[in-house]
């Protein structure tokens, strides 16, 4: 059985705007993870690469597998290498940098997304304001945290392998939702600020919040805590 999302052309893209290739059915068991900032160079990206380290971290490889990790930006920088204090910050966490480039936020990203996390509430409305149903699977990122830490972990289906996993995320979505008119969004609790051109030591605290913030996505996401900090060789200052 697999999950049918429309293809878009350019007269039914918003504004006219057209995709770069027709979309192909998504499996059922699958679950898509859109990272979103302004240039796709730097809060994006560590958060799309601390998200599957995480991910690979906590499940088996057919369960991780199932779930796809993806970043771009609204305003991405097409083809870009990931900002160097970013991979330097990705390192210190022991998560690899390498091979990544930038991408321009595209229809295609959005339609295919089950959930869309953005870095600010300006992000969240670009992404809603390009249609497909968009709004109810799109928050910012500690946003998203914030309404998942109120979700009881035993009202969602048990992780095991394969569409269970998918099923787990789409509960999960469906969840913070239902919960986003009672808690909504501010800038001061809910955004991540934008390091780029920043010293390393900015990023370094831009990896942290995002760290923070992702912990508790994921462990709701599989179902596997992840380990604590004094426990790992994770930088956290």
Known sequence: M??????????RAPGGLAVRRLLTPRPADGFRI??????NVC???IAERLT??????????????????????????EGA??????????GEYGVDSRNFAGRELLDEHVVLAD???????????????????????TFTLKEFTRLVRLIDPATLPAVGQGAEVAERGRALV??????RGWRPATPEADEVDDPYGAPIGMFRNCGEEIFDALDPVVTALTGVPGPRPQDTGLRRS
């Open 52 to 77: 599957r380290h995480e991910l690979d971290a906590r499940l088996d490889a057919r369960a991780a597998g199932r779930i796809l990790v993806e970043s771009a930006g609204t305003w991405g920088h």
């Open 174 to 179: 469906r969840a913070a939702a239902a919960l």
């Open 34 to 39: 859109l990272f979103v900032c302004t240039g």
């Open 115 to 137: 959930l869309v996390l953005t870095a600010t509430l300006d992000h969240r409305a670009q992404v809603i304001s390009m249609g497909h149903a968009a709004g109810l699977r």
């Open 2 to 11: 697999t999950s049918l999302h429309p293809a878009l052309d350019a007269d």
């Open 81 to 90: 290498p990931m900002e160097a204090h970013a991979a330097t910050v990705l």
């Open 43 to 45: 809060r994006s990206p």
